[in-house]
């Protein structure tokens, strides 16, 4: 008999998110389902304001509620419901079994904590040691993640390195209790390439050592190329195709999906073609369109396509989209 395939890490079914907005409700995200795995990349794209930050958050019981509220069918992490799981269990998972890289590091570090401190401080908790039998073990991290002389630079303060620096402090946090599930989001926003690749090029070599799935959120569908096993592409809150990273970027089914390929410029290209883009805008999460909601952008849209929300297409057993008209 085979083998069972082994449980993924995070399970997710049917995750829906609302904000109360005065006396109606704003559904941000709606039907998404995902698993990431031990030791794999998965990475969620779109525009920004498509539900890709918010999801994270909602994974980590960030959001405040109210005015947010997350529903799901399964939203499972190694087991544990974290729908109800206690919020001193979450406390316990937060930074401990699950990281979060946030988007904006000079925002999230402690602004009068240095650097060594914050660092040590999360091995601290998860691991009840003090700061000083902490302290060790957050230099050898620094000097891990590349940080120049980590025992000059964890005595600085947040505004006292660079961006690629806090980045960098930021990745050490989230690994140093070697988590299961690190969620990256934006890791790479406003970096420099060089500092991009060493920052991915990290993350990379910490996910092979701990063997820790990572969700990746970005914008970047050429670091997505490089890094991610299985690609997630959101629209205005929606899960419009999810496949293996080949089956995305050879073969994209929804017109979304192929849009935002067709908008990367190209080495190849002549020197006096324009870039491509997308027509139009997200829509308002707030009085979103009838029928599928990239209609209004999409070339290819009918009249289903305006008045009906299409169902889940199975395109193969690791790709599938929800589309009318799948491109070929």
């Known amino acids: ?109 402690n602004p009068v904590l240095t650097i060594g401190y914050q660092v040590a401080e999360a091995l601290a908790l998860h691991r009840r040691q003090s700061i000083k039998a902490a302290w060790p073990a957050a230099l050898e991290m620094l000097r891990r993640v590349g940080l120049p002389n980590p025992e000059h630079r964890a005595r600085a303060y947040p505004h006292e390195i660079s961006g690629g620096q806090r980045q960098r402090v930021m990745i050490a946090m989230a690994f140093i209790c070697e988590p299961q599930l690190v969620i990256a989001d934006e890791p790479t926003t406003a970096l420099d390439v060089t500092v991009q690749r060493q920052v991915l090029d990290l993350m990379l070599d910490l996910r092979r050592e701990q063997n820790a799935g990572i969700l990746l ?40 999906a192929r849009a935002l390929l067709d908008a990367l410029p190209r080495l190849d290209a002549p020197h006096a073609e324009r870039l491509v883009s997308i027509s139009g805008q997200p829509p308002d999460l707030s009085a979103m369109p ?39």
């Open 1 to 109: 008999m085979a083998a069972e395939a082994a449980a993924p890490l995070l399970r997710v079914r049917d995750l829906r998110i609302e904000f109360d907005l005065g006396e109606r409700r704003a559904t941000a995200v709606e039907d998404v389902s995902f698993d990431v795995g031990a030791g794999e990349v998965v990475g969620m794209v779109g525009e920004s304001g498509c539900g890709k930050s918010v999801t994270a958050l909602s994974l980590m019981r960030l959001l405040e509620t109210p005015p947010g509220h997350v529903s799901a069918t399964e939203l499972r992490f190694q087991g544990d419901d974290l729908l109800t799981l206690p919020e001193r269990e979450m406390q316990r998972l937060r930074g401990g079994a699950i990281s979060l890289v946030f988007q904006d590091p000079l925002s999230a570090l």
């Open 217 to 256: 959120i970005t914008h970047d569908l050429g670091v997505v190329a490089e890094t991610c096993d299985r690609v997630l592409v959101m629209y205005a809150g929606r899960l419009v195709e999810a496949g293996t990273a080949a089956e995305i970027f050879h073969s994209p089914r929804h017109p979304y």
């Open 290 to 328: 009838t029928g599928c909601p990239f209609h209004p952008r999409c070339p290819v849209a009918t009249t289903q396509c305006r008045e009906e929300m299409p169902p889940r297409s199975v395109f193969s057993p690791t790709h599938a989209g929800r589309c009318w008209h799948p491109q070929a």
